[in-house]
């Protein structure tokens, strides 16, 4: 049975890797993959002679939308995201801090089909699920998230799922520190993300990977939002982290570490951690070594002015007043040195569906427009390591967005999202 054949229509098209506008803009799009981008005659010499190459008529079967004046780009990425907590019960900052204690996991779950629904119709197709320590069983929630997204069940981006984030006992992430928990109350296992010492943080790895883990998430330093814990410290030793990563890249599994600290952040570079989220407080000597490494780097940098800290506890603000504003002086200087920046938002510390507002933020901090996006779709791509998105090109998915007007001129359109194809199927016309 052939595949059913879609065309879109539209006064602009953005080639993310040229920059370049096209207009008028037609995709053709058959089951789940871009067929072709241009349906333009094509003109060319050969051996002297101008030939012209008319494009394949399109099948009269073929579903046809107009989309008006509208520019089509690849759908977008968010590199840090956390589906299970925040949405429609608390839909701005900080989640809950009791959820870990009062969500079950079957709600906790259903919470996340709500807030993937939401991700998805803001033009985020592909996200990284980088989860928190949350008391399941062992249960990886975001991998049958995933599963049932794929399979059509509910809505939501392609995740690559981290399962449990790993933190050492007293760790960032682990959540007594968030709530401040007496002893015995929440008792966590390794197969939950607790791991001290280099056998378990190695037991711990695999059985993510075991039970469907597509990137590892490690805690590396202290945080922002968590009690006892200083956000510069490195958590881990300099063996755990190679220990761990270890186990991942011997799978084929990418690494991504919570780092705020300068010496964490150093520690995971030397031990080959793959990617660093926030990276708030690097030093430029720290900055080149993340250039030296090719090091990801997924700053998440528009919470520091969209997470809402003012319910938080004294010595919590106080905290994200002396770490945010480091935070956008240092993503300035990794932009200029060349860092190999991806786009992350660490929702629900923005709420979700406000994913594109980092996209303004990296252009606050010294990005053009292009980079930013570039930054949501082809680098974030580079960063999850797959080559089939990213782009508007022939052979790739049919993940494709539409903004009104030039979201190269303006970022801020990209919260305007009209339009949202996923795998060729259409999940918003507006």
Known sequence: MTEPITVLRAARLLDVDSGELRSPATVVVQGNRIVSVRREPASFEVEGYRVTAEPPAIPASATVLDLGDVTLLPGLMDMEINLLIGGPDNPTGLPNPMHGVQDDPVYRTLRATVNARTTLHAGFTTVRNLGLMVKTGGYLLDVDLGRAIEQGWVEGPRIVSAGHAITPT?????????????????????????????PQVRECVRYQIKYGAGVIKISASG?????????????????????IVDEAHRAGIRVAAHAHGDAGIRACIRAGVDCIEHGSL?????????????????????????????????????????????ARAMLTKAIAAGVRIACGTDA???????????????????????????????????????????????????????????????????????????????????
């Open 170 to 198: 007293g760790g960032h992430l682990d959540p007594t520190m968030f709530q401040r928990l007496a002893p015995h109350i929440m008792p966590l296992s390794v197969e939950e993300g607790r791991a001290n010492g280099v």
């Open 282 to 326: 690097a030093t430029d000597d720290t900055i080149a070594m993340m250039v030296e490494h090719g090091t990801f780097l997924v700053p998440t940098s528009y919470l520091s002015e969209g997470l809402d800290v003012s319910k938080a506890a004294p010595a919590l603000q106080q905290k994200a007043a002396e770490v945010f504003p480091k």
């Open 223 to 243: 945080g922002v939002m968590s009690h006892g814990t200083v956000a510069g410290a490195q958590q881990y030793s300099d063996e755990e982290l190679a220990a």
């Open 348 to 430: 629900p510390a923005v709420p979700h569906g406000d994913n594109a507002k980092e996209l303004w933020a990296m252009v606050d901090r010294g990005m053009t427009p292009l980079q930013a996006i570039r930054a949501a779709t082809v680098t974030s791509a580079e960063l999850i390591n797959v080559d089939d998105r990213g782009r508007l090109a022939p052979g790739l998915l049919a993940d494709i967005i539409a903004v009104p007007g030039d979201p190269t001129a303006d970022i801020n359109l990209l919260q305007d999202v009209r339009f949202v194809m996923k795998d060729g199927r259409v999940y918003k016309n507006t």
